[in-house]
């Protein structure tokens, strides 16, 4: 053995080794830090990398922020739909908070060191509010069914209380069904390796390290991805399979239009979500490179935050009214 005075590590690559080998005088052998390497690259394309993100991160929280806003102030948009979205706005803003910032120091230290409990920590936030997201944009999906298929009675189901209590099942279960996984994966053993080729702490890159056993941490991704992710996604398909045939039931041009206009925005944003989700999660992973497993992440926790708040503007009459509404008043009292 070499000892360690002879070793020309990084130091956090050392302190990190110094720790085993204190531990495993004890017969027990722990790692206490992790290493994320993020996306590398020269200092040019990192320091451009850190623009990007730092601007998405920026306009991410400012769009959703101002989303929330126009719907809190607008009696026009205090509607179920305009509810959850702001549900959505709230979730995606502790998405993209919980990965974007860690995500920038490493891409300034051109890697970051990230203490066992941070990790784990950062690891359930994220799946908190991808499970969130999943449960939201269900309801959504249901609240458009409703809506479309069900007009007479939507009233007086989709009343406020009602959607209250859909809004906290969602965030109540998300951080429940989680929490259990999270304990679970915590309690692995990491001997080492401890660098992570990955920008965040993700289920598959510290399984890929672990060297313990990782059957019942597998079992209960595999469980969670039917209860998150597959059966979700069958009921926003059943819901918009109904939505479809009203629709093209409907005589009327305006308010087909007018459905299929509402219903775009929605399935745009399903799309992206669940599609990136399938490609990382639910589809076998074998064969797929570090750098795929990378820009797939990086859409549903880094653009997929920035683009839902503009999605649902564009396509939407009611938010773009409100927001030259809330702009001309506002320009309107600065002059006075």
């Given at each position: 053995?070499?000892?360690?005075?002879?070793?020309?590590?990084?130091?956090?690559?050392?302190?990190?080794?110094?720790?085993?080998?204190?531990?495993?005088?004890?017969?027990?052998?722990?790692?206490?830090?992790?290493i994320?390497?993020?996306?590398?690259g020269?200092?040019?394309?990192?320091?451009?990398?850190?623009?990007?993100?730092?601007?998405?991160y920026?306009?991410?929280?400012?769009?959703?922020?101002l989303?929330?806003?126009?719907?809190?102030?607008?009696?026009?948009?205090?509607?179920?739909?305009?509810?959850?979205?702001?549900?959505?706005?709230?979730?995606d803003?502790?998405?993209?908070?919980?990965?974007?910032?860690?995500?920038?120091?490493?891409?300034?230290?051109?890697?970051?060191?990230?203490?066992?409990?941070?990790?784990?920590?950062?690891?359930?936030?994220f799946?908190?509010?991808?499970t969130?997201?999943?449960?939201?944009?269900?309801v959504?999906?249901?609240?458009?069914?409703?809506?479309?298929?069900?007009?007479?009675?939507?009233?007086?189901?989709?009343?406020?209380?009602?959607?209250?209590?859909?809004?906290?099942?969602?965030?109540?279960?998300?951080?429940?069904?989680?929490?259990?996984?999270?304990?679970?994966?915590?309690?692995?053993?990491?001997?080492?390796?401890?660098?992570?080729?990955?920008?965040?702490?993700?289920?598959i890159?510290?399984?890929?390290i672990?060297?313990?056993?990782?059957?019942?941490?597998?079992?209960?991704?595999?469980?969670l991805?039917?209860?998150?992710?597959?059966?979700?996604c069958?009921i926003?398909?059943?819901?918009?399979?109904?939505?479809?045939?009203?629709?093209?039931?409907?005589?009327?041009?305006?308010?087909?239009?007018?459905?299929?206009?509402?219903?775009?925005?929605?399935?745009t944003?399903?799309?992206?979500?669940?599609?990136?989700l399938?490609?990382?999660y639910?589809?076998?992973?074998?064969?797929q490179s570090?750098?795929?497993?990378?820009?797939?992440?990086?859409?549903?926790?880094v653009?997929?935050?920035l683009?839902?708040?503009?999605?649902?503007?564009?396509?939407?009459?009611?938010?773009?009214?409100?927001?030259?509404?809330?702009?001309?008043?506002?320009?309107?009292?600065?002059?006075?």
């Open positions: 053995m070499f000892p360690m005075a002879d070793l020309e590590l990084p130091q956090g690559l050392q302190e990190n080794f110094c720790n085993i080998i204190d531990i495993k005088g004890n017969n027990q052998t722990s790692v206490t830090a992790f994320l390497l993020g996306f590398q020269t200092q040019n394309v990192r320091i451009l990398l850190f623009i990007l993100f730092l601007v998405i920026c306009v991410t929280i400012c769009g959703n922020l989303l929330i806003t126009l719907v809190s102030y607008n009696k026009n948009l205090h509607s179920p739909m305009y509810f959850f979205l702001t549900q959505l706005s709230i979730n803003i502790m998405l993209t908070t919980d990965i974007v910032p860690n995500m920038l120091y490493i891409l300034q230290d051109h890697r970051g060191n990230i203490n066992f409990i941070g990790c784990i920590i950062q690891l359930y936030f799946c908190a509010s991808e969130a997201e999943c449960f939201l944009l269900t959504m999906s249901y609240d458009r069914y409703l809506a479309i298929c069900n007009p007479l009675r939507y009233a007086s189901i989709m009343n406020s209380s009602y959607c209250l209590k859909l809004a906290i099942i969602s965030w109540m279960l998300s951080f429940s069904i989680i929490l259990l996984d999270t304990i679970t994966t915590s309690m692995l053993q990491f001997c080492g390796p401890n660098i992570i080729d990955h920008f965040f702490c993700d289920y890159p510290l399984l890929e672990s060297c313990s056993d990782t059957t019942i941490v597998q079992l209960e991704i595999y469980v991805s039917v209860i998150v992710v597959i059966i979700p069958i926003i398909i059943v819901s918009y399979v109904n939505i479809l045939f009203t629709i093209l039931r409907t005589p009327s041009n305006t308010v087909r239009q007018k459905a299929f206009s509402t219903c775009s925005s929605h399935l944003v399903v799309s992206i979500f669940f599609g990136t399938f490609g990382v639910v589809l076998p992973t074998k064969g570090l750098n795929i497993s990378k820009m797939l992440s990086l859409v549903y926790t653009l997929a935050p683009l839902n708040p503009i999605i649902y503007s564009l396509r939407n009459k009611d938010i773009k009214k409100a927001l030259h509404k809330t702009v001309h008043k506002s320009l309107f009292c600065g002059n006075l």
